[in-house]
């Protein structure tokens, strides 16, 4: 049986519009990393509402999502997680400034 490839994707967040499409995208089981400042500077109310959605979605589906930083998202799908260097506050990780640092391997 084959099985569709699975990929780390770039997308903007531009409009509330996009929340569907990136949706789509963690269904067909693709990692993702969301720069969401083309949004945030035209409303910082939707971006919390699209931000509050996909959490709410990722979560549902058993997913993992975190913040890269004051620009980024990273989603991931049912599976896969995300590691943090504080377990305690991972509920919360997304609406928690993250220190920058470099990921295991990279740096």
């Not at 099985?3 to 949706?23: C, M, N, R, T, W």
């Amino acid at each position: 049986m084959a099985h569709s490839p699975l990929y780390v994707k770039a997308l903007p967040l531009q409009e509330l519009d996009d929340v569907d499409s990136i949706k789509t995208e963690i269904g067909d089981g693709n990692i993702l990393i969301v720069r969401i400042t083309p949004l945030a500077k035209k409303s910082v109310d939707e971006t919390k509402l699209a931000i509050t959605e996909l959490t709410d979605h990722v979560k549902s589906i058993g997913g993992d999502i975190a913040r890269l930083g004051e620009e980024r998202i990273v989603i991931t799908p049912p599976g896969v997680k995300i590691w943090r260097r504080e377990t305690a506050g991972s509920e919360s990780a997304i609406a928690a400034p993250l220190q920058k640092e470099t990921l295991p391997g990279t740096g």
